[in-house]
T-cell receptor, first 111, second 110 residues
Framework: KQEVTQIPAALSVPEGENLVLNCSFTDSAIYNLQWFRQDPGKGLTSLLLIQSSQREQTSGRLNASLDKSSGRSTLYIAASQPGDSATYLCAVLTGANNLFFGTGTRLTVIP | DAGVIQSPRHEVTEMGQEVTLRCKPISGHNSLFWYRQTMMRGLELLIYFNNNVPIDDSGMPEDRFSAKMPNASFSTLKIQPSEPRDSAVYFC????????FGPGTRLTVL
């Protein structure tokens, strides 16, 4: 069974710092990997989607990488801002359209 | 609790037909979310309700899509008329803090 793990579980950084969130999965047979942001009381907002054939995706200050063979993905956030404070989740899509979520990383950016 | 319940689990319909997807959230949860999942676009938030009131429907793709939550224990997502590009898996989730997802409805529009 696919297991998705995110490290660290929580992270606090001062404003302006660059940071990396990690996601690992046990079964490399995935169709895609998606990073989400979740603000308290709100739905998941998709940040980046990486297809299994891709190595990375970029959107603004965000860059996500995928190393399928090693079962790892990273989300890089440049020049962090207080508005980036949220929980970040990664999820992998496997065969039979099963979506497995990671445990999430709660990010706090301190002004 | 049985978790978030969605029906039907599978729906096959023809283009132009009306489709209604149903969701029963977990009792006590005050937020309900509708998502659509496709291979190409991944998981997308369509709309969410808080205390039965729609808060953000900016993810609803077109006027053909509508969602209602008449009470705390029931919500519907309707597509009228349906089109082949609507084919996807539609998830409902509910939360009080953490989100819990239903099993999804796999919709195929021919």
């Amino acid at each position: 069974k696919q297991e998705v793990t995110q490290i660290p579980a929580a992270l606090s950084v001062p404003e302006g710092e660059n940071l990396v969130l990690n996601c690992s999965f046990t079964d490399s047979a995935i169709y895609n990997l998606q990073w989400f942001r979740q603000d308290p009381g709100k739905g998941l907002t998709s940040l980046l989607l990486i297809q299994s054939s891709q190595r990375e995706q970029t959107s603004g200050r965000l860059n996500a990488s995928l190393d399928k063979s090693s079962g790892r993905s990273t989300l890089y956030i440049a020049a962090s801002q207080p508005g980036d404070s949220a929980t970040y989740l990664c999820a992998v899509l496997t065969g039979a359209n099963n979506l497995f979520f990671g445990t999430g990383t709660r990010l706090t950016v301190i002004p | 609790d049985a978790g978030v319940i969605q029906s039907p689990r599978h729906e096959v319909t023809e283009m132009g037909q009306e489709v209604t997807l149903r969701c029963k959230p977990i009792s006590g949860h005050n937020s309900l979310f509708w998502y659509r999942q496709t291979m190409m676009r991944g998981l997308e938030l369509l709309i969410y309700f808080n205390n039965n009131v729609p808060i953000d429907d900016s993810g609803m793709p077109e006027d053909r899509f509508s969602a209602k939550m008449p009470n705390a224990s029931f919500s519907t997502l309707k597509i009228q008329p349906s089109e082949p590009r609507d084919s996807a898996v539609y998830f409902c989730a509910s939360s009080f803090a953490e989100q819990f997802f239903g099993p999804g409805t796999r919709l195929t529009v021919l």
